[in-house]
């Protein structure tokens, strides 16, 4: 059995107090320390390092538990206060507003572990564990099963709830069970039949509770040079056809079967159409890419323009797979 655990303090025993700390701006932030744990709540944090875009303005509440204990408290200080709660993982698959979010951001990046049981090939992770570094860890040791997971830029978490694929492959192919936190602080265990899986998506999107870890079946036993071969070539397909070299969400768009996103916004001819800094990426047309200094603003209207031209074009309507949050009411003009 092969056991990573991330490095981080045990919860400790505190009262709730409220800290004043100076920010790179030298404006006072609050923070605000949860009975029992070491778990620190910060007023008007900057998210627009938590996403992939490298946009985004401030959540009015943010914190980042390390454990189960701590998420709960999180959730209860929530509730206790009437706060609305968004839950952020890798920020791989977000477009957050200028205006930022209300109410209180609970990131579960900082939830990890990871146990390979060599007895049934299962692999249980944390929500806040990285799938490409699954993937490669997993090559390593010979289990196969995760080799198309290495160009998916995300956590395990955030895996789970939009069912995230590639190469003919997704979570809902090898997902044993998922552990998910309620509101009111109650764990359950859903098997892949009750999270009602299709295509990049499941129930969990849009509901209220939260993935704490993950159990995946996989398949142990192989040549770990093997496997990390045809890993090394899905992660240099990826490379080879997506853009890598400026921040983006991944793909923007659900594929409207029969045809790709990607193909319907090239043929529209939007390939390197650009609205402030952001742009219809060069190298597929299913991305749009932070140039420099982009505004959420900037990518939310350029997500809108595509549409806008394909349904002219195809009469068809490209539905976002990014998960677009906040107030973009008059962004557009």
Partial sequence: MTISQAAGNVCTV??????????????ESEVIYLPNTDCAIKSQASLSAFTSYRVGGEAQLYVSPRNVEALQASLKYAKERDLKVTTLGAGSNLLVSDGGISGLVIATRHLRFSNFDPQTGQLTVAAGESIPSLAWAAAELGWEGLEWAVGIPGT????????????????????VSAQVLSPDGTLETLTPDQLGYSYRTSSLQGGDRIVTQATL??????????????????????????????????????????????????????????????????????FIVNRGGAKASDIFCLIRHIQHQVQERWS?????????????????G
């Avoid at 395990?156 to 997902?175: F, K, Q, T």
């Avoid at 853009?243 to 409207?256: D, L, M, Q």
């Fill in 217 to 286: 079946q996989l398949a142990p036993g192989a040549d770990p040079a093997a496997v990390v071969a045809i890993t090394k070539q899905h992660k240099k397909h990826r490379l080879s056809t997506q853009p890598y070299n400026f921040p983006s969400c991944g793909s923007v768009f659900r594929n409207p079967k029969p045809y790709s996103a990607g193909w319907l916004i090239e043929q529209t001819g939007l390939k390197g159409y650009q609205i402030g800094g952001a742009q219809v990426a060069l190298l597929h047309a299913n």
């Fill in 156 to 175: 395990a978490g955030g895996a789970v709830v939009m069912n995230a694929g590639a190469h003919n492959r997704c979570i809902a192919d090898m997902l």
């Fill in 316 to 332: 068809i309507n490209l539905e976002p797979e990014v998960k677009i949050i906040g107030e973009f009411q008059g962004a557009c």
């Fill in 14 to 27: 505190s009262a709730l107090n409220t800290k004043k700390q100076q920010t790179a701006n030298s404006v």
